[in-house]
């Protein structure tokens, strides 16, 4: 693989190191979405009080990616038919 000027500054890069150095912005942009999203889930969250609220901002802001991955697969309740634990089939 060659190399190829890019600009009027001349970086010499190849093909693969930009498509390693998109692929890199592309996952950090998709990480930040994915922070911004469960801070703002966290925060609608009904079911939580606010001291609950508040640890997990925290362990999202101390760990963005796995903190809101934790959020999105353990923290958060999933939307769905609840089931009535009083409910009695006729």
């Known amino acids: 693989m060659?190399?190829?000027e890019f600009g009027e500054l001349g970086f010499n890069v190849s093909w693969l190191e930009v498509?390693?150095?998109g692929g890199m912005a592309l996952l950090a942009v998709a990480s930040f979405v994915?922070?911004?999203w469960a801070i703002a889930s966290?925060?609608?969250a009904d079911y939580l009080d606010g001291v609950s609220k508040l640890i997990w901002v925290i362990v999202c802001a101390l760990f963005p990616l796995i903190g809101?991955?934790?959020w999105l697969?353990?923290?958060r309740k999933r939307s769905g038919r609840s089931v009535d634990p009083n409910y009695m089939p006729r």
């Open 19 to 21: 498509l390693i150095l």
């Open 2 to 4: 060659g190399t190829t």
């Open 42 to 44: 966290i925060i609608r």
């Open 73 to 75: 697969f353990a923290g």
């Open 34 to 36: 994915l922070f911004v």
């Open 68 to 70: 809101s991955l934790v």
